[in-house]
């Protein structure tokens, strides 16, 4: 069996976008079930679009999902010899030829052509010049194009894609398109081909979008008496009001960075973009690396669009709810020493790391994350929400300020009077603070929630969070015991 080798070309023009992050995935899934290569190829012909800093940015953003390649990056543009050489050798074998309509004639062709609700297809004008009258035209200098010659006969491009099935176009559809510009610049079209033949590809999976492509491009690789890979044409991801997802409309939220940015795991995010057209006949949507290996296959990925479900503006979320609870999902449910080297980043951003987190209170740290994970989202809420268990600059969330403390100004004196209690426990563990504040309620002839919850208001900031016992203990008497004396600061 030959061995399954399948590309991901990004053109370096912008930065990763989830739909070309979605390619990529789509092509490793492939690659490594199938135990084939995965190939990158930087598209950068187009010099005037194509950037380093784009470069850069797709290579770390794929490097960040652990979406790892076998080859390259190559650069399309190192190959530029090839691809005229391509052209040169259709030519020379009649398989292409030199066209030298100028723009103003094909532009008035065609206006006719759309009058006469006639075909507005290249008519072939200089498909049938004489040796003697190319020649004759390139005395003169008349610039030219290459355009390749279609077969002129009954029939039809015909191949297969794995998503849509037999793919068929009758040659009398196709025009005879340019492969090289007047400037002797290649298209895309053909460097593309040329490219993907030398590389071996056995299998082209990108965007339905290129679907138009696949057939002129069907029609050079026969020429070239190459293999034709087998296709898969994904659907196109829209947003609810069915637009294409861009950067243009959509903002930052299509960027693969925004999502490193919000504190995504690279692979909830992964789960999460293959969903975007792929599914398993059960209902899984969770899986591990191996799992989601194991399960894809081409023949499931859908055919129609997906969607992608944001609503610009909604203050809940910031981008699909359900990428934001596969996030949640994973989060809660790797392993916490995973989870912890996460963490530990995204304290060292906010300067609020301690080295100790690392030796002697990594027990501490590790149980600390998985006490209060419960209730997070992404990493950024161990900074934000959880910001109380590493530092002492944290603030009071409103609610918990207005419900919790200002509520009951009785607080303002209980708080220090329940932090002395603490101070003078024999052992500071969770069923003494419990006693303790149950017993304090009790005296003070009102609810245990009033004391409690005005303590993790002052502890944490939080309205809500884990078994304040539990916190109290987490947090330590020492911390508990100075946030409760300070408690009077907030009814100032
Ligand atoms: N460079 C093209 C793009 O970024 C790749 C097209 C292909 O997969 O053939 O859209």
Not at 247 to 258: M, N
Not at 276 to 290: A, H, K, V, Y
Not at 395 to 410: F, G, S
Request: hydrophobic letters at 35%; a neutral charge; charged letters at 30%.
């Amino acid at each position: 069996m030959t061995e399954v080798r399948v590309r991901f070309p990004p053109s370096p023009t912008g930065y990763l976008h989830i739909g070309g992050a979605r390619t990529a995935l789509y092509n490793w899934l492939y690659a490594r079930k199938h135990h084939g290569k995965l190939i990158l190829r930087i598209e950068d012909t187009d010099a005037e679009r194509s950037t380093r800093e784009s470069i850069d940015g797709i290579l770390d953003g794929l490097n960040w999902l652990g979406l790892d390649w076998d080859e390259g990056p190559y650069f399309q543009t190192d190959f530029a010899d090839e691809h005229i050489k391509a052209a040169r050798q259709l030519l020379e074998n009649g398989q292409a030829y030199k066209c030298f309509c100028t723009r103003e004639e094909l532009d008035a062709k065609r206006k006719k052509a759309l009058a006469a609700k006639q075909d507005i297809k290249y008519d072939g004008t200089c498909r049938h010049l004489t040796p003697a009258e190319i020649a004759e035209k390139e005395k003169q200098n008349i610039p030219y194009v290459i355009r390749f010659k279609v077969p002129h006969k009954d029939g039809a491009v015909v191949y297969e894609d794995k998503v849509l099935g037999d793919i068929k176009r009758a040659y009398s559809d196709i025009e005879d398109f340019v492969i090289v510009r007047s400037n002797g610049k290649p298209l895309y079209l053909l460097c593309n081909v040329v490219d993907d033949i030398r590389d071996r590809i056995t299998h082209i999976i990108r965007g339905q979008d290129h679907m138009s492509n696949t057939t002129r491009q069907v029609l050079l690789y026969q020429a070239f008496n190459a293999p034709v890979p087998v296709f898969a044409h994904m659907p196109l991801t829209l947003d609810l009001k069915k637009a294409k997802i861009s950067k243009r409309s959509h903002g930052e939220i299509v960027a693969v960075q925004f999502y490193r940015e919000h504190g995504f795991i690279p692979w909830a995010l992964c789960n999460f973009l293959v969903q975007l057209g792929w599914s398993t006949n059960d209902d899984r949507e969770i899986f591990s690396r191996e799992e989601l290996i194991e399960a894809f296959s081409l023949e499931r990925i859908n055919k129609s669009n997906s969607i992608f479900n944001y609503r610009k503006g909604d203050p809940k979320f910031f981008t699909d709810p359900k990428a934001i609870n596969m996030n949640g999902h994973y989060l809660r449910t790797m392993p916490i020493n995973e989870i912890g080297e996460m963490v530990k980043k995204e304290l060292q951003g906010e300067g609020i790391w301690d080295d100790a987190y690392d030796n002697d209170k990594k027990e501490w740290y590790l149980a600390t994350l998985d006490l209060i994970r419960d209730r997070f989202f992404t990493l950024k809420d161990f900074t934000s929400q959880g910001r109380a268990y590493f530092a002492d600059d944290f603030t009071v969330e409103p609610k918990a300020l207005k419900k919790n403390l200002l509520k009951h100004p009785e607080l303002e004196e209980w708080l220090p009077m329940l932090g002395e209690r603490f101070a003078s426990l024999k052992n500071f563990t969770k069923d003494e603070a419990e006693r303790v504040a149950r017993e304090f309620a009790t005296e003070m002839n009102v609810k245990p929630g009033i004391p409690i919850n005005g303590s993790r208001a002052v502890i944490t900031g939080r309205i809500k969070g884990p078994s304040m016992f539990e916190v109290f203990e987490v947090i330590g008497r020492e911390r508990v015991v100075s946030r409760l004396r300070e408690a009077g600061k907030y009814f100032k």
